[in-house]
């Protein structure tokens, strides 16, 4: 990442508890390198073992991402840039809209029969990933079912998984017309989110761009970009897998809607938002020390 980029981030992040002198061991790694190593990862979808010899040494990169995985510092760290970006523009750090919509990717040999499934609209076999975002295309939230999941089956869970934070402020969500039922709808008037179908006018051929909807169509295409992110690959159980750098939760959801039990390798989110934050090896202090070198 470029200086002005390190700086925006470094601001976010939290502080190591052994810079506060409140025990644990000092790490041996910049992390500036260690995030520049797991986006070089994601961007060019390489595996761990290949990472370059100019980025630390692969399984200390690998072990730094999981432990961050684990205790939910990715999506910490996210929550913070988002707000932070959001409050610069001039809005609230929490949005009151967003739009929500998935996307199919194929699953290599791999992936287990049990944690895949085949989606006939999109003529893909492996994972889905339904995402919510604000009216700018942040992401909001993320959740990975099996690609035979309906979206309007996968909605509630993913709702209920960003609403589960406190101070949530969102009322409304922008949908296409795949995000129907009465089931979803009872899902989100409990949280009091209304649902607005984006549809297309009658007679319309082609591409057309829809409003609102194309916005959080574009942060799809940002995900796409990254070739870790086009295909899964992941061995249930042995490997994070790739959405977890976008804060994903795997959801056990079966494609009727019910919750079914975890597959092997499927985590679950923390107990309480930050949960993570308040072990020994982070502080929440306001005052990051990082050093860059």
């Keep these: 990442m470029t200086d002005a980029e390190w700086a925006e981030v470094r601001s976010a992040m939290p ?11 000092p790490e041996a790694y910049c992390h500036r ?3 520049d190593a797991v986006r070089y ?6 595996k761990w073992m290949a990472l370059p010899v100019d980025f630390p040494y692969w399984r200390a990169v690998y072990d730094f991402f999981c432990r961050w995985r684990t205790y939910d510092y990715v999506r910490e760290l996210h929550e913070r840039l988002r707000r932070t970006a959001r409050e610069r ?4 750090a929490e949005p009151s809209a967003g739009i929500i919509d998935s996307q ?3 699953a290599s040999e791999t992936v287990s029969e049990d944690s895949r499934g085949y989606d006939g609209g999109k003529s893909r076999d492996g994972r889905k990933r339904h995402i919510l975002t604000d009216t700018e295309g942040l992401l909001l939230e993320v959740i990975v079912t099996t ?9 509630p869970a ?23 039922g009465p ?18 006018s009658d007679g319309q051929r082609g591409f057309v761009v829809l409003a609102r909807r194309w916005v959080v169509e574009r942060t799809l295409s940002w995900l796409s970009r990254s070739r870790r992110l086009n295909r899964d690959t992941r061995t249930p159980g042995r490997s994070p897998h790739p959405d977890g750098v976008v804060g994903r939760r795997d959801q056990a959801v079966s494609p009727d809607g019910r919750r079914r039990p975890a597959l092997a390798g499927e985590t679950s989110r923390p107990t309480a938002p930050g949960a993570g934050m308040n072990r020994p090896f982070f502080s929440r202090s306001s005052q990051p020390r990082f050093s860059s070198a």
Excluded: C
């Design 147 to 155: 690609a035979d999941v309906h979206d309007s089956k996968a909605a």
């Design 183 to 200: 089931a979803l709808a009872k899902a989100f008037a409990r949280h009091g989110v209304r649902i607005e179908v984006v549809r297309r």
């Design 15 to 25: 502080v190591p508890a052994w810079l506060l002198k409140q025990g644990g061991r």
């Design 41 to 46: 990862l994601v961007d060019n979808g390489v």
């Design 158 to 180: 993913l709702l209920e998984t960003f609403m589960a934070d406190p101070g949530r402020l969102l009322k409304l969500v922008w949908v296409d017309s795949a995000y129907q």
């Design 104 to 106: 199919s990717v194929d």
């Design 33 to 35: 390198e260690m995030l």
């Design 89 to 92: 523009k001039g809005r609230n």
